[in-house]
């Protein structure tokens, strides 16, 4: 990442890693959510340790509690044998549980109680089990009003939220757009032309979005310059990326490139004086 909100992000990822209190990671889907819990895990003391997922928005709301806790032999209709839940599995590790708002309520009040006591139960059991698990989770959607609307409990939001990491949408860091391209496709040149339509681009799906159209795009053109249609987008004309009244640090070093830094048309380009792209220059320390 090179955008300054994300390194901050980052940086304060690895700094809560070190201890062992609970992170709520948020932000719109496709934002890169799990790879901050990723980091987290990385860098904390429990990196040799099991790192499990669990996404609640993928399963249906009667196996939650199934996946989670476990389940014996004959709990529900279609379980023949013993079933282990994510839980157990990450005992001793981290277990990362995304979409967190679509928990129900009746799991919501199992994982409250796991978080305070470590104790859970299969389901069709009654023997109590502990584990000693760390818990990040994630959402996408506003849990404060669902607190309100009485589909989320308060006393396990203020139980998952110890710690904040809010990530912004991709279109809110353009920064980060080309750096993500370099690492999505490796010692691959993209023409200048499709540079700038990929930071022209708003990126509805965010980095989930971008890492597949690069996929896409690496195996459709193997070798050789990489050139937009290779990607499969389509640039809005109204992105916020375009509309935006400030010029980033990377959109002025592709500027400079095209126009082989005749100030006078990268002003032009801009709708700026030369005085101000000069300040602009000097801001983000751009050579000229």
């Not at 979409?99 to 919501?108: A, D, H, R, T, V």
């Not at 080309?178 to 965010?206: C, D, I, M, Q, Y």
């Not at 499969?232 to 830094?261: D, F, H």
């Amino acid at each position: 990442y090179k955008s300054t909100a994300m390194e901050h992000i980052v940086n304060l990822a690895i700094q809560v890693a070190k201890s062992d209190i609970s992170v709520l990671i948020t932000g719109p889907n496709g934002s890169g959510k799990e790879r901050i819990a990723h980091i987290i895990q990385a860098n904390s003391l429990l990196a040799d340790k099991p790192f499990i997922t669990v996404n609640a928005g993928a399963l249906p709301s009667d196996l939650i509690e199934a996946e989670l806790f476990g389940a014996e032999a004959g709990a529900y209709t279609g379980i023949t044998k013993q079933r282990i839940g994510r839980f157990e599995a990450a005992d001793g590790g981290t277990l990362f549980l995304d979409e967190i708002g679509n928990l129900p309520l009746s799991g919501q009040m199992k994982l409250l109680r796991i978080l305070q006591t470590g104790e859970f139960e299969r389901l069709g059991s009654t023997q109590t089990r502990k584990v000693n698990v760390r818990v990040i989770s994630a959402t996408n959607e506003d849990l404060s009003h669902a607190i309100k609307t009485g589909q989320f409990r308060e006393d396990l939001y203020y139980r998952l939220n110890v710690i904040e990491l809010n990530l912004p949408s991709l279109a809110h860091r353009p920064d980060d757009i080309l750096a993500l391209v370099a690492h999505f496709l490796p010692e691959r040149t993209l023409s200048l032309s499709t540079e700038k339509a990929l930071l022209a681009h708003s990126w509805p799906g965010n980095v989930r979005e971008l890492e597949n159209a690069c996929k896409r795009a690496g195996v459709l053109k193997p070798t050789g310059v990489i050139e937009l249609a290779d990607f499969g987008l389509q640039v809005e004309t109204n992105s916020p990326s375009q509309t935006r009244a400030e010029p980033n640090k990377q959109e002025i070093e592709l500027a400079m490139r095209e126009y082989k830094g005749v100030i006078a048309k990268v002003a032009r380009h801009f709708g700026l004086s030369r005085q101000a792209l000069y300040r602009r220059l000097d801001k983000f320390k751009i050579e000229y």
